[in-house]
């Protein structure tokens, strides 16, 4: 898609005025394009294979079908949308899931409204989002595990090292494999092999551990 186009957003949540306050910000932003609504789990997973749309924001609990079901299903079909959570659960392992099963991100629904479209915009570019007061969450869980505890002790490969640079940056596979001229099947083969060798699930877990180790190594 040329990124100079609007996004195009399904919105997948069972409270309709949540929804229609979203659905006003989103009309309201020039650089996005809303497409559908659903108001379950498999109203949503129908909408979005057949609308296609970029980005889908995607309730975590809804009363058909749990959001990490439908993330999972979306993801196991191949479907090429991001997929951002908005949710009022803040609970870490609400957050874990997931992240685990291939969420693009995790957003928090007592957001600002300029924040929530900042955040969505950043997501529109590739990046990665979370909402900011969730960060600690991920940095207690990283605690809890056994895991390399530098860069150094990882033993990444070069061309794993640059990967995890990028994801440090939040950026999706598809702009890793553009940055680095490779293809987007080998960036996903890298990143299972540098998710395993940290002991992680997740490639926002790998960005949040390798952003502590940098800051605790500088002097």
Same mark, same amino acid.
């Given at each position: 898609m040329n990124p100079a186009e609007p996004q195009s957003i399904l919105i997948v949540d069972d409270h309709p005025l949540f929804r229609k306050g979203v659905i006003q /910000?989103?009309?309201? %932003?020039?650089?996005?394009?809303?497409?559908?609504?659903a108001p379950s789990g498999r109203e949503g997973i129908a909408l979005a294979h057949s609308l296609q749309p970029d980005m889908i924001l995607l309730d975590l609990n809804m009363k058909d079908m749990n959001g990490v079901e439908v993330l999972k299903t979306l993801k196991d079909a191949g479907l090429d949308s991001?997929?951002?959570m908005l949710t009022v659960?803040?609970?870490?392992?609400?957050?874990?899931?997931? /992240?685990?099963?291939? %969420?693009?991100g995790y957003l928090l629904k007592d957001m600002e409204p300029e924040d929530l479209m900042q955040q969505l915009a950043e997501a529109a570019r590739g990046k990665i989002t979370i909402s900011e007061r969730l960060t600690q969450l991920l940095v207690a869980s990283l605690r809890e595990k056994d895991r390399p505890t530098s860069l150094a002790e990882a033993g990444l490969t070069e061309q794993e090292s640059r990967i995890l640079d990028h994801l440090?940056?939040?950026?999706?596979?598809?702009?890793?494999a553009r940055d680095m001229g490779i293809a987007e099947g080998t960036v996903k083969v890298h990143?299972?092999?540098?998710?395993?060798?940290l002991n992680l699930r997740s490639r926002v877990e790998a960005a949040v551990w390798a952003d502590r180790c940098r800051r605790q190594a500088k002097p």
């Open positions: /910000l989103i009309q309201a %932003a020039p650089e996005f394009r809303f497409v559908g609504e991001r997929i951002i659960s803040d609970h870490a392992e609400d957050l874990m899931a997931a /992240l685990q099963a291939g %969420a693009d440090i940056g939040g950026k999706s596979n598809k702009l890793i990143v299972k092999h540098l998710l395993k060798k």
